[in-house]
T-cell receptor, first 113, second 109 residues
Framework: EAQVTQNPRYLITVTGKKLTVTCSQN?????MSWYRQDPGLGLRQIYY???????DKGDVPEGYKVSRKEKRNFPLILESPSPNQTSLYFC????????????FGDGTRLSIL | GQQVMQIPQYQHVQEGEDFTTYCNSS?????IQWYKQRPGGHPVFLIQ?????EVKKQKRLTFQFGEAKKNSSLHITATQTTDVGTYFC?????????FGTGTSLTVIP
């Protein structure tokens, strides 16, 4: 089954404790992306990657890092999480160069105390 | 910077009434996409519009892309309870995605 898998689905942690949210897709998609969803603000793009070893900043990249060492994986790293990064995070992937429809994972709800 | 505005933020309708949500971009888009997110779920792709003035239909849903490729609308005819959810437009000027703030639709049986 074609899917985008995120882990963990839920995480409660404390300020400053490094964390990684993993994302994996099995559709051989070139384009992968991370979004955060906050009430009243919709989805905002954090980082995107058009292929292996190519990553670019989205609209709200501050406080986040990503890597794309393999085509299928695109982890999101919070080196020193802060409470304003409490949010619902979605990973998505698509074929082609980046203007194609996105397939979303089920989301990761992060709470940073 | 790039902005995509979407109105209204909320809409409550009686079942059987029509519903429309509007999306406006500050810049010209290469395409616009629409997504639906059910409560507790993830966004699911509905449709992509690419051409200026394009109109596409999916059963009771009608999607339009403006002539200047800066605005779009989604119209649902005769809403049903299965239409409940938040509808997002996503403007794509290049390789980045700019989502609207979404319209949350409640359908009252």
């Amino acid at each position: 089954e074609a899917q985008v898998t995120q882990n963990p689905r839920y995480l409660i942690t404390v300020t400053g404790k490094k964390l990684t949210v993993t994302c994996s897709q099995n559709m051989n998609h070139e384009y992968m992306s991370w979004y955060r969803q906050d009430p009243g603000l919709g989805l905002r793009q954090i980082y995107y990657s058009m292929n292996v070893e190519v990553t670019d900043k989205g609209d709200v990249p501050e406080g986040y890092k990503v890597s794309r060492k393999e085509k299928r994986n695109f982890p999101l790293i919070l080196e020193s999480p802060s409470p304003n990064q409490t949010s619902l995070y979605f990973c998505a992937s698509s074929s082609g160069e980046g203007d194609q429809p996105q397939h979303f994972g089920d989301g990761t709800r992060l709470s940073i105390l | 910077g790039q902005q995509v505005m979407q109105i209204p933020q909320y809409q409550h309708v009686q079942e059987g009434e029509d519903f429309t949500t509007y999306c406006n971009s500050s810049t010209t888009l290469s395409n616009i996409q629409w997504y639906k997110q059910r409560p507790g779920g993830h966004p699911v792709f509905l449709i992509q519009l690419v051409k200026s003035g394009e109109v596409k239909k999916q059963k009771r849903l009608t999607f339009q892309f403006g002539e200047a490729k800066k605005n779009s609308s989604l119209h649902i005819t005769a809403t049903q309870t299965t239409d409940v959810g938040t509808y997002f437009c996503a403007g794509v000027p290049g390789n980045q995605f700019y989502f609207g703030t979404g319209t949350s639709l409640t359908v009252i049986p």
